[in-house]
């Protein structure tokens, strides 16, 4: 006799067999009648898509084309020319940023060059196209056609080489005693480059750290582990894994002797630091072992492996949650409900738990991990976001580059202000759109008031505070001139020293690297806030 567990799973299966009957009927007959000619792979991928959706953001299916993109994403290796390509001024395809070291740098490509052709084949103002040609086999290469401004067109003969991209784009000495890592990825050998960068920085004189997660949206669990390993010592728990299969219920504890379990650290998360980074970051938490600066990270807590399918194509499946040392899940309660930054959402008091690091201060799940020092993110004015968002700092540095000359160090350079009077003299008759963040307020104002018929009443006064508000670029270009001489100085610095030279340049600006550097630079400080007083 069956027992009811087992009846169960059989109506289970049934049901299985009778969706996917009814799913084959359907679709077949669709195809079949439908008035229109169908394309059977888009129809069947929309609802393959649309299905997952219905479970979570990462559960996701990959097509037999897709697959290389998916090697390249979990790997960090593909054949191409090293370098970040974008869409610019309308369109056109253009060189963002020519990684140092890489072939499209030593063949001579500069930040700022429009792509015309590749190997003959016009692909001027086509990105997609340019992205195909961009990448081939290691060891050929490919003819590059550009267009440089001031300087006319130019051509490239460029190697494809096998890109490795770093786990750690970046590391070196923000002040005297205070060293800095950027990690940007969790795939393979990222523990033994943060080991490697932590190792060198100590020989160059560090004797606090930061470690930059911001922006890091995670990747190899094992890696996480390799992670805190270098500042937590061996066998200590770093993470747990839950899932509804047996097989899936893991633990995770380090494997060596760290390499340094006392140095001052300090990492920085915010809403974009996700899965491993929040692993890296909760287990620093967890063990009172670093602060944490920022803003609240993701919230990703979920583990994922890669299954193949038929016909080569793989799923990318959710098969278990993961819980930090203390006991927390740091999964957003909510996977769709976001703000439009990218972070999680208020969550109730009453829908989170609390849980104690190993010095007994209290830590929150149900939503991403909480910095121990909260830094409210730089808001450029809106004067220098229009500036960005119709790329005119870019524009500017494409045609003023060749007149600055070098720079000589990125953290110590000055901007000269005749570069600020010839880029306000240059924008001023540009048109670009921004407004002042109190218009919207007076739009929505003036909606409500046409809803209960008060507009007519009010019209006056709105206008007038309308006026108050118009715009004058020259004035707007003095009052954020602090920020827009930064952003110059940033594109300039970017030009001649590539992305070490973008974040070395941003130490002084950066204000969670400052409140890093403050706090590390204070015993007191740093110790009463591990220790919980």
């Known amino acids: 006799m069956l027992s009811a567990a087992s009846l169960r799973q ?86 963002i940023l020519p990684n140092k070291g890489y072939p499209a740098e030593k063949a001579g490509m500069k930040r700022g060059d429009v792509i015309l052709s590749i190997d003959g084949v016009d692909v001027s103002n086509d990105y997609d196209k340019a992205g195909t040609y961009l990448r081939g086999q290691a060891s050929s290469s490919v003819n590059i056609k550009v267009e440089r401004p001031g300087q006319g067109q130019i051509d490239f003969k460029v190697d494809f080489e096998k890109i490795e991209l770093p786990n750690v784009p970046y590391s070196g000495m923000v002040n005297e005693e205070v060293g800095y890592i950027k990690l940007t990825g969790f795939r393979d050998a990222a523990g033994k480059e943060v080991k490697a960068a932590l190792r060198e920085l100590k020989k160059e004189g560090a004797k606090k750290v930061i470690l930059d997660l911001r922006d890091n949206g ?20 770093v993470v747990t894994t839950k899932g509804k299969l047996e097989e899936m219920n893991a633990t995770y ?38 602060v944490l600066i920022g803003r609240k990270s993701f919230g990703k807590g979920l583990v994922q492996r890669t299954l193949p399918l038929s016909y080569n194509s793989q799923m990318k499946v959710t098969i278990a949650k993961y819980y930090t040392p203390s006991g927390r899940c740091i999964q957003a309660i909510d996977y769709s409900t976001r703000n439009d930054d990218g972070s999680v959402g208020k969550i109730a008091d009453s829908l ?60 110590t350079y000055r901007l000269p202000e005749s570069v600020f009077t ?13 407004s002042h963040p109190l218009q919207d307020e007076i739009d929505q104002l003036r909606i409500a008031a046409e809803d209960v018929g008060e507009l007519n ?68 400080t740093y110790n009463q806030t591990l220790s919980g007083q």
């Not at 001052?264 to 938490?285: D, K, R, T, W």
């Not at 104690?356 to 730089?378: A, C, I, M, Q, W």
């Open 457 to 524: 009443r009010i019209a006056a006064q709105l206008g007038g505070l309308e006026k108050a508000l118009t715009k004058d670029v020259l004035l707007d270009l003095e009052k954020s001139k602090a920020e827009i001489m930064f952003l110059l100085k940033e594109e300039f610095v970017t030009r001649q020293f590539l992305e070490p030279g973008k974040i070395e340049v941003s130490f002084s600006f950066d204000k969670d690297i400052q409140k890093a550097i403050e706090v590390l630079s204070s015993s007191s």
């Open 10 to 95: 059989n109506d289970k299966y049934f049901e299985i067999l009778k969706n996917l009957d009814i799913f084959a009927t359907m679709y077949k007959e669709v195809n079949a009648n439908y008035v229109d000619d169908l394309n059977p792979n888009t129809l069947m991928r929309t609802g393959i898509d649309a299905m997952l959706t219905s479970l979570d953001p990462y559960t996701v299916y990959y097509s037999e084309d897709q697959i290389e993109d998916v090697r390249t994403e979990n790997t960090g290796q593909f054949g191409g020319i090293g370098a970040i390509i974008g869409e610019r001024n309308g369109g056109e395809v253009t060189v």
């Open 422 to 434: 010839d880029f306000k003299a240059w924008v001023v008759d540009k048109e670009f759109s921004y």
């Open 218 to 237: 995670g990747g190899l669990l094992n890696e996480a582990v390799n992670i805190s390993n270098i500042f937590i010592d061996k066998g200590e728990l």
């Open 352 to 411: 989170k738990t609390g849980f104690k690091t190993n010095n007994g201060r209290l830590v929150y799940d149900g939503g991403g991990v909480d910095p121990d020092f909260s830094v409210e993110r730089r808001r450029f004015s809106p004067v220098a976001i229009g500036l960005l968002s119709e790329d005119l700092i870019f524009r500017f540095a494409n045609e003023y580059n060749d007149q600055l000359g070098e720079i000589d160090n990125p953290v």
């Open 253 to 290: 504890k380090t494997l060596n002797a760290a390499t340094d379990t006392e140095i001052p650290l300090a990492v920085l998360i915010n809403s974009s630091s996700a899965s491993a980074s929040e692993i890296v970051a909760g287990v620093m938490q967890d063990y009172d072992r670093g």
